[in-house]
T-cell receptor, first 113, second 110 residues
Framework: GENVEQHPSTLSVQEGDSAVIKCTYSDSASNYFPWYKQELGKGPQLIIDIRSNVGEKKDQRIAVTLNKTAKHFSLHITETQPEDSAVYFCAASLGASYDKVIFGPGTSLSVIP | DAGITQSPRYKITETGRQVTLMCHQTWSHSYMFWYRQDLGHGLRLIYYSAAADITDKGEVPDGYVVSRSKTENFPLTLESATRSQTSVYFC?????????FGPGTRLTVT
């Protein structure tokens, strides 16, 4: 079955710097890769996603890149702000359908003012 | 517009007791999911449902039972709670690609 690994588990950056979170997946059939942000005491919320036919996607300060050959994808946050502090989860679809996704273990991001 | 709600938000129970966690969504989304969140494991899928009366196992279904008689409700039952089921439980519903998560239920089994 699918296995999703995520690194680092914790990340501290200065406000204004960039943050990068990396994930790998094992199932070559996976074709959908969402990223969720979880603020303290709340449920996760989708922030960006990418399909396997796209190598990169950007939405304002966040971007995701996908390397299907290497089976890894990354989240990039530029010009970080204190409100970016949260736990970030990557995920990969189970097979070619996004009916189910498998989540990585999460990265706790702290942005230091 | 409440969206997706979970109850109770906090629950303490004893080993061996039956516990039911409730999940209700107001959107009429077809898909609903139950996850548990534990440190170092992220979110693990327990059960999911594609529609009323259709449910299927996820990654960690043992010890849990679900039902879905109505589209808007998806209760999760722990038939005989164990300490290993101490966790934060999230319900979610899906439309298109995006899953919408509830606020979670923190369950402690003593």
């Amino acid at each position: 079955g699918e296995n999703v690994e995520q690194h680092p588990s914790t990340l501290s950056v200065q406000e204004g710097d960039s943050a990068v979170i990396k994930c790998t997946y094992s199932d070559s059939a996976s074709n959908y890769f969402p990223w969720y942000k979880q603020e303290l005491g709340k449920g996760p919320q989708l922030i960006i996603d990418i399909r396997s036919n796209v190598g990169e996607k950007k939405d304002q300060r966040i971007a995701v890149t996908l390397n299907k050959t290497a089976k890894h994808f990354s989240l990039h946050i530029t010009e970080t702000q204190p409100e970016d502090s949260a736990v970030y989860f990557c995920a990969a679809s189970l097979g070619a359908s996004y009916d189910k996704v498998i989540f990585g273990p999460g990265t706790s991001l702290s942005v230091i003012p | 517009d409440a969206g997706i709600t979970q109850s109770p938000r906090y629950k303490i129970t004893e080993t061996g007791r039956q516990v039911t966690l409730m999940c209700h969504q107001t959107w009429s989304h077809s898909y609903m999911f139950w996850y548990r969140q534990d440190l170092g494991h992220g979110l693990r899928l327990i059960y999911y449902s594609a529609a009323a009366d259709i449910t299927d196992k996820g990654e960690v279904p043992d010890g849990y039972v679900v039902s879905r008689s109505k589209t808007e409700n998806f209760p999760l039952t722990l038939e005989s709670a164990t300490r290993s089921q101490t966790s934060v439980y999230f319900c979610a519903s899906r439309t298109g690609r995006e899953q919408y998560f509830g606020p979670g239920t923190r369950l402690t089994v003593t």
